[in-house]
T-cell receptor
């Protein structure tokens, strides 16, 4: 079945450091890939997405490129801020049968802590 | 606020009791999903509705769980004879149905269930 593997946390960085959170996936067909973020006390929010190979998703300074050859979707940011402290989830969505379910399969999440 | 709303936000119940959660999706979204998230893990798919039809149920959804979406609007998730292993965050998400591609899912803030 479909699965997502992402690096374990917590990841602790100083403000303005470079961030990479690794994500690899296993799926049949051609899934869409997502990064969701969960800030303390809030619900899951979509951060960025990519729907086909070589697409780059970007938002709020974060970027991730859909790499089909390595089945990866690593999240990067050039300069993190304290306000980026949150839990980041990599996820994929693939159509299932005739129902068009397209439910998300999530990784286990990576907690990012940014220190001033 | 026109986002996905869930009620209650927190529920503490004694083992063996029944509980019911409610989800109000974004009004124009015809797809609705329930997920369960345990501590330190990503959300896991439970069940999916398209309008009022429950089209898929995960193997995680035991016979003690039932979900409904009358009239294709709000949805309820009931757990009968709760067990301590049911303690988790229950998340609801909704998305529009568009031909082709994969659309973003919008999540509620979840209902945290504690079974004592």
């Amino acid at each position: 079945g479909d699965s997502v593997t992402q690096m374990e946390g917590p990841v602790t960085l100083s403000e303005e450091a470079f961030l990479t959170i690794n994500c690899t996936y296993t799926a049949t067909g051609y899934p869409s890939l997502f990064w969701y973020v969960q800030y303390p006390g809030e619900g899951l929010q979509l951060l960025l997405k990519a729907t086909k190979a070589d697409d780059k998703g970007s938002n709020k300074g974060f970027e991730a490129t859909y790499r089909k050859e390595t089945t990866s979707f690593h999240l990067e940011k050039g300069s993190v801020q304290v306000s980026d402290s949150a839990v980041y989830f990599c996820a994929l969505s693939a159509a299932k049968g005739d129902t068009g379910r397209r439910a998300l399969t999530f990784g286990s999440g990576t907690r990012l802590q940014v220190q001033p | 606020d026109t986002g996905v709303s869930q009620d209650p936000r927190h529920k503490i119940t004694k083992r063996g009791q029944n509980v019911t959660f409610r989800c109000d999706p974004i009004s124009e979204h015809n797809r609705l999903y329930w997920y369960r998230q345990t501590l330190g893990q990503g959300p896991e798919f439970l069940t999916y509705f398209q309008n009022e039809a429950q089209l898929e149920k995960s193997r995680l959804l035991s016979d003690r769980f039932s979900a409904e979406r009358p009239k294709g609007s709000f949805s309820t998730l009931e757990i009968q004879r709760t067990e301590q292993g049911d303690s988790a965050m229950y998340l609801c998400a909704s998305s529009p149905s568009r031909s082709g591609g994969h659309t973003e899912a919008f999540f509620g803030q979840g209902t945290r269930l504690t079974v004592v």
